[in-house]
């Protein structure tokens, strides 16, 4: 399946200057999920269910931290171009508290301006032109535009849906040749909520070891987590760490979308060439977004254990209020991780962009159409149940007050 049709904005009748781009941004497109957001930015009465934004507030004691470091006179100037020491060891601490490994925060950690461009230097310093990333798909929209800017080559290799959207990992063998030079994963997974088990996770690094491939993981909801279960990060796979690139946020665990801060560990052989990017790009990470983390990290772990108990609880919503509209949706397992379901389209529909459309012109409905995760996505739509939206309902309110729109207007399809 082509990924040529993938832009909403597009599909929407926008047209842009092609003269004199370079092939590189002409094979991109913004992702769908902003496009989609975008879209619906002149629209009144909508739910926002498009974007991964948490409901939550950031927690008191990191402003605080922000505001001190504003008002001296340290977050006004730039740090060392890998981010200050103390945050770099914050990340360390947060590794060893977490997973019980070491990670030196000299050599192995660098702060980035979100886990975006943590992605991105990585994928930039790692891939050439033609070769190829296998891509765990459904994937993140974002990677695969990454992977493109790099002129790279996705290759996607399905999970199954009927199965927790978990791996075929002779699908992933198959897809490797003389051109493969990464793998690209999220666990747990953006957009189906998949959670890699410590298996599939070993059997990769495996693979990766064997053929002599780098991994680059976004392990950016590895906190975010249901049912009791616990996410093995690569991290905690120790031959792996010479060809591994982990990527983490504050965003999502603290509530911090908009502070644009987050990490890469990897060797140091690797990172310098990595921040040879970051430097031109951002030189360094926000300063006083780098206090806040500080404070993130340093201080109570309370305003997480609630997120993730009210995700939990967002999730299971979610999943009731699908299961009354058979006729419009259909999934397979609730998600694992993250804050994202992927259903399949049952109501009559061109293609997943035009399933968007008509939520989103009806009933101001947003969602993200599949396409934007890869060709596996096709006749799907992301739903987010983080319930952050910036404008109208939030939190069960949100998720309540969209599928109350959706089931009476669903009424048609039964």
Same mark, same amino acid.
């Given at each position: 399946?082509?990924l040529?049709?993938?832009?909403a904005?597009?599909a929407a009748g926008a047209s842009?200057?092609?003269k004199?781009?370079?092939?590189r941004?002409?094979?991109?497109i913004?992702?769908?999920?902003?496009?989609?957001?975008?879209l619906a930015?002149?629209?009144e009465?909508?739910c926002?269910m498009?974007q991964g934004?948490?409901?939550e507030?950031t927690p008191?004691h990191i402003?605080?931290?922000i505001?001190?470091?504003i008002?001296?006179?340290v977050a006004?100037k730039?740090s060392v171009?890998?981010?200050m020491q103390?945050?770099?060891? %914050?990340?360390?601490?947060?590794?060893k508290m977490?997973?019980g490994?070491?990670?030196?925060?000299?050599k192995?950690v660098?702060?980035?301006?979100g886990?975006?461009?943590?992605c991105?230097i990585a994928?930039?310093?790692v891939?050439?032109?033609? +070769?190829?990333? #296998?891509m765990i798909s459904?994937?993140?929209?974002?990677?695969?535009e990454?992977?493109?800017?790099?002129?790279g /080559?996705p290759?996607?290799v399905?999970?199954?849906?009927k199965?927790n959207w978990?791996l075929?990992m002779?699908?992933?063998?198959k897809?490797i040749?003389?051109?493969t030079?990464?793998i690209?994963?999220t666990?747990?997974?953006n957009?189906?909520g %998949?959670?890699?088990?410590e298996?599939?996770?070993?059997?990769?690094?495996r693979l990766?070891?064997?053929?002599?491939l780098f991994i680059?993981?976004d392990?950016?909801?590895d906190?975010?987590?249901?049912d009791?279960?616990k996410?093995?990060?690569?991290?905690?796979?120790?031959?792996i760490?010479?060809n591994?690139l982990?990527v983490?946020?504050?965003?999502?665990?603290?509530?911090?979308t908009?502070?644009?801060?987050g990490?890469?560990?990897t +060797?140091?052989?690797?990172l310098?060439h990595l921040f040879?990017?970051?430097?031109a790009?951002t030189?360094?990470?926000c300063?006083a977004?780098?206090?806040?983390a500080?404070a993130?990290i340093?201080?109570?772990?309370?305003?997480?254990?609630?997120l993730?108990k009210?995700?939990?609880?967002?999730?299971?919503l979610?999943?009731k209020?699908?299961d009354h /509209?058979?006729?419009?949706?259909?999934?397979?397992?609730?998600p694992?991780?993250?804050?994202y379901i992927?259903v399949?389209?049952k109501?009559?529909h061109k293609?997943? #962009?035009?399933a %968007?459309?008509?939520?989103?012109k009806?009933?101001?409905v947003?969602?993200?159409?599949?396409?934007?995760?890869g060709p596996?996505?096709?006749?799907?739509l992301?739903?987010s149940f983080?319930?952050?939206?910036?404008?109208?309902?939030k939190?069960?309110?949100?998720i309540?007050?969209?599928?109350?729109r959706?089931?009476?207007?669903g009424q048609?399809f039964?």
């Amino acid at each position: 399946m082509s990924l040529k049709n993938r832009s909403a904005m597009k599909a929407a009748g926008a047209s842009f200057r092609t003269k004199g781009m370079s092939n590189r941004v002409l094979n991109m497109i913004t992702s769908p999920i902003k496009e989609m957001m975008w879209l619906a930015s002149k629209m009144e009465d909508v739910c926002l269910m498009a974007q991964g934004i948490p409901a939550e507030d950031t927690p008191r004691h990191i402003k605080d931290a922000i505001i001190d470091a504003i008002n001296g006179s340290v977050a006004s100037k730039y740090s060392v171009l890998s981010g200050m020491q103390s945050c770099r060891e %914050a990340v360390c601490k947060r590794y060893k508290m977490r997973y019980g490994v070491d990670v030196d925060p000299d050599k192995n950690v660098g702060m980035t301006a979100g886990c975006m461009e943590a992605c991105l230097i990585a994928t930039l310093s790692v891939v050439n032109p033609g +070769e190829e990333v #296998i891509m765990i798909s459904p994937c993140f929209a974002s990677h695969m535009e990454q992977v493109m800017a790099a002129e790279g /080559v996705p290759v996607f290799v399905n999970t199954d849906e009927k199965n927790n959207w978990l791996l075929d990992m002779n699908a992933v063998r198959k897809a490797i040749t003389k051109k493969t030079k990464a793998i690209f994963i999220t666990n747990p997974s953006n957009p189906t909520g %998949a959670l890699f088990p410590e298996k599939q996770v070993r059997e990769l690094c495996r693979l990766a070891l064997e053929h002599n491939l780098f991994i680059i993981a976004d392990e950016t909801y590895d906190f975010l987590t249901y049912d009791g279960q616990k996410l093995f990060s690569f991290i905690q796979v120790p031959e792996i760490r010479k060809n591994l690139l982990l990527v983490g946020s504050f965003s999502k665990e603290y509530c911090m979308t908009g502070y644009r801060l987050g990490w890469v560990i990897t +060797e140091d052989d690797i990172l310098h060439h990595l921040f040879k990017i970051h430097d031109a790009a951002t030189v360094c990470a926000c300063v006083a977004s780098q206090f806040g983390a500080i404070a993130a990290i340093n201080g109570p772990q309370d305003s997480v254990r609630t997120l993730v108990k009210n995700m939990q609880a967002r999730r299971d919503l979610i999943c009731k209020r699908l299961d009354h /509209v058979p006729h419009l949706f259909r999934y397979y397992s609730k998600p694992q991780g993250a804050y994202y379901i992927l259903v399949e389209v049952k109501f009559p529909h061109k293609d997943s #962009i035009d399933a %968007a459309f008509q939520l989103q012109k009806a009933l101001g409905v947003v969602t993200v159409p599949g396409i934007a995760f890869g060709p596996k996505g096709e006749h799907h739509l992301r739903f987010s149940f983080g319930g952050g939206a910036s404008r109208g309902p939030k939190g069960s309110e949100l998720i309540n007050e969209a599928f109350d729109r959706m089931e009476k207007w669903g009424q048609q399809f039964k």
